[in-house]
Protein backbone atom coordinates (compact mmCIF):
# COMPACT_ATOMS: atom_id res chain seq x y z
CA UNK A 1 0.00 0.00 0.00
CA UNK A 2 1.41 3.32 -0.92
CA UNK A 3 -0.22 6.95 0.22
CA UNK A 4 1.09 9.31 -2.03
CA UNK A 5 -0.46 12.11 -0.50
CA UNK A 6 -3.00 15.35 -0.77
CA UNK A 7 -2.70 17.24 -3.85
CA UNK A 8 -5.69 19.94 -3.32
CA UNK A 9 -2.64 22.43 -2.21
CA UNK A 10 -0.63 22.35 -5.13
CA UNK A 11 -3.57 22.38 -7.59
CA UNK A 12 -5.53 25.42 -5.04
CA UNK A 13 -2.11 27.28 -5.32
CA UNK A 14 -2.25 26.46 -9.40
CA UNK A 15 0.99 24.75 -8.75
CA UNK A 16 0.54 21.89 -10.69
CA UNK A 17 -3.30 20.43 -12.15
CA UNK A 18 -4.11 16.76 -12.38
CA UNK A 19 -5.06 15.63 -15.92
CA UNK A 20 -8.09 13.99 -16.97
CA UNK A 21 -6.53 12.07 -19.30
CA UNK A 22 -6.25 7.95 -18.36
CA UNK A 23 -2.41 6.98 -18.48
CA UNK A 24 -3.11 3.14 -19.21
CA UNK A 25 -0.69 0.97 -17.97
CA UNK A 26 2.56 2.37 -16.89
CA UNK A 27 4.38 -0.98 -17.68
CA UNK A 28 4.25 -4.10 -18.95
CA UNK A 29 0.88 -6.45 -17.93
CA UNK A 30 3.08 -9.46 -18.34
CA UNK A 31 5.53 -8.22 -15.86
CA UNK A 32 5.97 -10.12 -12.65
CA UNK A 33 4.99 -8.03 -9.94
CA UNK A 34 7.05 -8.83 -6.64
CA UNK A 35 4.04 -7.41 -4.47
CA UNK A 36 0.33 -10.19 -4.80
CA UNK A 37 -1.21 -6.38 -5.07
CA UNK A 38 -0.23 -3.00 -5.46
CA UNK A 39 -2.27 -0.21 -3.99
CA UNK A 40 -1.95 3.33 -4.05
CA UNK A 41 -4.00 6.54 -2.79
CA UNK A 42 -3.94 9.65 -2.87
CA UNK A 43 -6.35 12.95 -2.44
CA UNK A 44 -6.96 14.91 -5.28
CA UNK A 45 -10.14 17.81 -5.46
CA UNK A 46 -10.82 16.58 -1.95
CA UNK A 47 -11.82 13.39 -3.03
CA UNK A 48 -9.05 10.17 -2.01
CA UNK A 49 -9.09 7.99 -5.27
CA UNK A 50 -7.65 4.70 -4.84
CA UNK A 51 -5.46 2.97 -7.47
CA UNK A 52 -5.32 -1.09 -7.29
CA UNK A 53 -2.70 -3.12 -9.71
CA UNK A 54 -2.89 -6.82 -10.15
CA UNK A 55 -1.64 -9.64 -12.17
CA UNK A 56 -4.54 -10.42 -14.44
CA UNK A 57 -3.06 -14.36 -14.59
CA UNK A 58 -3.41 -14.37 -10.78
CA UNK A 59 -6.66 -13.09 -9.96
CA UNK A 60 -10.37 -12.03 -12.06
CA UNK A 61 -11.30 -9.02 -12.43
CA UNK A 62 -13.76 -9.52 -10.36
CA UNK A 63 -12.16 -10.51 -7.59
CA UNK A 64 -10.28 -7.59 -7.44
CA UNK A 65 -13.57 -5.79 -7.72
CA UNK A 66 -14.97 -7.39 -5.16
CA UNK A 67 -12.14 -6.87 -3.10
CA UNK A 68 -12.32 -2.61 -3.93
CA UNK A 69 -15.61 -3.23 -2.61
CA UNK A 70 -14.86 -4.13 0.75
CA UNK A 71 -11.48 -1.61 0.92
CA UNK A 72 -14.17 0.55 -0.02
CA UNK A 73 -16.62 -0.18 2.54
CA UNK A 74 -14.17 -0.50 5.58
CA UNK A 75 -12.58 2.79 4.93
CA UNK A 76 -15.94 4.70 4.98
CA UNK A 77 -16.46 2.80 8.45
CA UNK A 78 -12.84 4.50 9.50
CA UNK A 79 -13.85 7.86 8.21
CA UNK A 80 -17.68 7.62 9.69
CA UNK A 81 -15.49 6.55 13.15
CA UNK A 82 -13.05 9.38 12.92
CA UNK A 83 -15.74 11.77 11.91
CA UNK A 84 -18.13 11.05 15.01
CA UNK A 85 -14.97 11.65 17.57
CA UNK A 86 -15.33 14.01 20.02
CA UNK A 87 -11.93 14.92 20.95
CA UNK A 88 -9.03 14.71 18.75
CA UNK A 89 -6.69 11.87 19.07
CA UNK A 90 -3.38 12.04 18.20
CA UNK A 91 -0.46 10.19 16.55
CA UNK A 92 2.98 10.35 15.60
CA UNK A 93 2.52 10.93 12.13
CA UNK A 94 0.62 14.06 13.28
CA UNK A 95 4.27 15.91 14.12
CA UNK A 96 6.84 16.57 11.74
CA UNK A 97 10.07 15.40 14.01
CA UNK A 98 10.77 11.71 12.06
CA UNK A 99 12.35 10.67 15.06
CA UNK A 100 8.83 10.36 17.24
CA UNK A 101 8.34 7.44 18.28
CA UNK A 102 5.01 6.24 20.09
CA UNK A 103 7.04 6.43 23.42
CA UNK A 104 7.55 9.27 22.99
CA UNK A 105 4.28 10.45 21.86
CA UNK A 106 3.16 8.78 24.89
CA UNK A 107 4.91 11.06 27.66
CA UNK A 108 3.97 14.03 25.23
CA UNK A 109 0.47 13.57 25.74
CA UNK A 110 0.74 12.89 29.49
CA UNK A 111 2.62 16.08 29.81
CA UNK A 112 -0.25 17.61 28.14
CA UNK A 113 -2.82 16.36 30.06
CA UNK A 114 -1.47 17.68 33.15
CA UNK A 115 -1.56 20.95 32.28
Same mark, same amino acid.
Given at each position: ?43 ? @??? &? ?55 ? &? @? ?9
Amino acid at each position: FNYLGQFDQDIQMNSFEVSPVQTGDEISPDWERPYILDISGAVS @SGC &LKMHIVYNRYQYEAQTIQTFAGYFKRILEDIIRHCAAKENREWSAADFSDEELTLED &L @SEIMGAVNKL
